[in-house]
């Protein structure tokens, strides 16, 4: 349907009619098992409200949601149809790694891969758009939602959401089968909460959030999301959800985004305890004003809207722009001619955890890991090591972490599944301990239990330590101010080392972690983090070596909580710290390092690479050159291996204060022992820019230096000079 046709529909709609479409009910009115995500308020919703939203949020499969559409559609006196909507973050049916795992594949490919796999597997189940990429940038492990980020780097960031936006709804338009409409969230910022704290006030200077929290965003708007959704946080003081500057001047005047804008769950309405708006129906004015088309799961709209426009207090002509827009979305997804698009039962069935989108989840859990220690006990050698398995994730199968609300410990491979999967069938194992503190076990019990495992630590050759945090102490509402593991783990894991020095820990989170005693003590130490479906049999294919560990950390695991916010980009300061060198006026810790325990960037491989000096094509730039920054890289080892090869920037004097460096490109590549390949980066002066002392987006004439290796710690550099 055309525009013309669309605004010939909105002009028959009725002024109820039109607000009906702006209000989205979670699943659960329809189905007992829909899917809930925030603090319900189920007063004030008439059986009529509920029955005419506009959108749905949820799924409950395919035959379910084609019921309800086919209901919907008989009452529906304009034939508009309804649009399904759910959290599909890491993987439907078939789980992938959580999205802050998937940043450290730093493979844009891989991950459209993932994107596009969830997408088939959901539109064959009935839905048309997913609450996803969160491009939030995260620099606080405190904050629990740091597992649904791709990590701590804007450039990242952004090309992991584009990939993740393509992945979703492809590039034929969003009509093409098996594709799905993105939303890209938490629109803004809502990844920096004032210390760690969910949902907390978001207090960020203009330029910060300009130059570091607004380009994922910016990338999905580009790469042509179709809706963007709000967040519950504040920015300078007013909430996402009523501010028109960063809605409507911001994200549609600047950033030029025309599509739908939905609110988080209940955001409208909190608007009232934020204390900006005195009800609900102030809070309905301001939201419209600002420009949300869609209330989530709040009566704001649907109880207040009609009244405000009769009022002359809300012009109508927002009304009719939010609707249009929602219509237009309802249209790019071919709805009005097929309300059901791809739905199909038998189609949902036979794709679910199919063969294929289980292999690209293992290949891609496998480029997740990151390998931060090994002191030469990996891999294992399984014909002739007795090798102990030990720890309370051992056969646990709850690895898809927190937003896998269609994952399931039935369709999920442990450690102990992907080691028999390989023919390894004498596993010695021992849980050792509960996951979480006390697990309801009896003291007699849990002693019993740790005295199992360090028996068979003691008799076995090396042992595999698998710890880790619970699944459900990250994501929504999962902040930590400690970020260790728990008290009866540690335990476990000094116990082991006591009685076996050849440990290697496989470490499961959804957040950096502080495991400063794990990486003195343990011989080896893997970060799995989330890792989902295929997660046990990913595990099993490095462990044994038949995959090399090639993942790089997309967030800084920190030395201790105390550090965080902590992040490579770090900012210069007027008394700068030398690491060893002792000035007592300096910006440093009486008790700790400045430094992460591990940083951006960094992972170790089964192999070893040797990065050449970088060389440039030139010394002097003027701002229409492109300069190309190259390195010879060389698998100095024994066996095959990628290679992830990072280019930052480093502005070395700028109007404002800049960061000590900036990625600015990275190349993953596969060498074999002995092989060596070149690498080039091409520099371009838009990759120079930054917010400058009045605000302009620009470059400044003066010294770079580049610097290129395999983490953002790489000192392999060389100087240009930027004039023109
Ligand atoms: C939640 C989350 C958001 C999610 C939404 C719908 O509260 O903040 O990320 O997409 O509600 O489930």
Redesign the pocket.
Same mark, same amino acid.
């Given at each position: 349907m055309v525009q013309e046709k669309l605004i010939d529909l909105l002009k028959e709609m009725s002024l109820e009619e039109k607000v009906d479409q702006m209000l989205q009910m979670s699943g659960m009115f329809y189905e007992d098992e829909g899917?809930l995500?925030?603090p319900v308020n189920t007063a004030g919703f008439t059986e009529e409200e509920i029955r005419q939203a506009g959108s749905v949020?949820g799924s409950v499969g395919a035959e379910k949601l084609m019921t309800i559409q086919r209901e919907y559609m008989e009452k529906q006196p304009h034939h508009i149809p309804l649009i399904f909507m759910a959290?599909i973050i890491n993987g439907f049916r078939t789980v992938f790694p959580i999205p802050l795992a998937q940043g450290c594949t730093f493979h844009p490919a891989l991950v459209e891969e993932g994107a596009a796999a969830a997408a088939r597997e959901s539109a064959a189940a009935g839905l048309h758009l997913t /609450?996803s990429p969160?491009a939030d940038l995260v620099r606080d492990a405190r904050w629990g939602r740091v597992m649904e980020s791709t990590g701590e780097d804007a450039w990242l960031n952004g090309c992991l959401v584009r990939a993740m936006v393509e992945g979703y709804q492809g590039r034929e338009g969003l009509r093409e089968k098996g594709r799905i409409a993105a939303c890209v969230?938490?629109f803004a910022a809502y990844g920096a909460p004032t210390a760690g704290r969910d949902y907390n006030t978001v207090e960020l200077s203009e330029r910060t959030l300009r130059d570091d929290y607004l380009p994922a965003y910016q990338a999905a708007v580009d790469a042509g999301v179709a809706v963007v959704?709000t967040s /519950?946080n504040t920015l300078d003081r007013i909430p996402s959800s009523g501010s028109r500057r960063l809605m409507r001047e911001i994200l549609r005047d600047e950033m030029g985004f025309g599509g739908v804008v939905i609110s988080?769950?209940g955001a409208i309405e909190e608007m009232c305890r934020h204390g900006v708006a005195k009800d609900n129906r102030e809070a309905a004015r301001l939201a419209v004003e600002a420009g949300v088309d869609i209330d989530?799961m709040t009566n704001c709209y649907c109880k207040n809207l009609r009244g405000l426009v009769e009022e002359g207090i809300v012009s109508e002509s927002l009304i009719d722009e939010a609707v249009l827009r929602i219509l237009k979305l309802k249209n790019d997804l071919g709805l009005f001619e097929n309300p059901y698009k791809d739905a199909d039962a038998s189609e949902e069935k036979a794709l679910a955890l199919c063969q294929e989108h289980r292999q690209t989840a293992r290949k891609m859990a496998v480029e997740t890991f990151v390998l931060l220690k090994n002191d030469g006990i990996l891999p294992l050698k399984k014909e002739q090591e007795k090798i102990a398995l030990i720890g309370p994730y051992v056969s646990n199968k709850e690895i898809y972490g927190a937003w896998s609300m269609f994952g399931s410990p039935d369709t999920t491979v442990s450690i102990a599944d992907g080691l028999r999967n390989k023919g390894y069938e004498k596993i010695l194992s021992a849980q050792g301990c509960g996951l979480s503190e006390g697990f309801g076990q009896t003291a007699e019990d849990s002693e019993k239990l740790l005295r199992e495992a360090v028996e068979l630590a003691k008799s076995a050759d090396k042992v595999v330590l698998a710890l880790g945090e619970h699944r459900l102490h990250s994501g929504?509402a999962a902040s930590r101010a400690d970020i260790t593991l728990p008290a009866d783990q540690m335990e476990l894991f000094r116990k082991v080392c006591e009685v076996n020095q050849k440990v290697a820990v496989v470490l499961f989170s959804g957040r950096p972690l502080d495991i400063r005693e794990i990486s003195e003590k343990a011989a080896a130490v893997l970060a799995v983090w989330m890792p989902g479906t295929e997660g046990g049999n990913a595990i099993a294919d490095v462990l044994f070596g038949d995959a090399n560990p090639s993942g790089k950390l997309s967030m800084s695991f920190p030395y201790s909580v105390g550090q965080v916010p902590v992040f490579y980009g770090q900012f210069r300061t007027g008394r700068p710290y030398t690491e060893g060198v002792e000035e007592k006026y300096v910006s440093r810790y009486l008790d700790i390092p400045n430094k992460p325990l591990f940083p951006f960037g960094y992972g170790l491989s089964y192999t070893t690479f040797a990065v050449g000096p970088v060389r440039l094509s030139a010394q002097r730039m003027c701002r229409t050159d492109r300069l190309c920054a190259a390195v010879t890289v060389k698998n100095t080892g024994a066996v095959s291996g990628q290679e992830v090869v990072q280019m930052y920037i480093e502005d070395v004097h700028g109007s404002v204060v800049r960061p000590v460096r900036e990625l600015r490109g990275f190349s993953k590549i596969e060498l074999a022992p002995g092989e060596e390949k070149e690498v080039c980066f091409e520099i371009a002066e838009t990759m120079l820019r930054f917010h400058d002392i009045h605000m302009n987006y620009v470059s400044e004439d003066g010294e770079f230096r580049v610097y290129i290796g395999n983490s953002s710690e790489t000192a392999n550099g060389a100087s240009f000079v930027l004039a023109d």
């Open positions: 899917v995500t925030g949020l959290d /609450f969160m969230k938490h959704m /519950f988080d769950w989530m929504e």
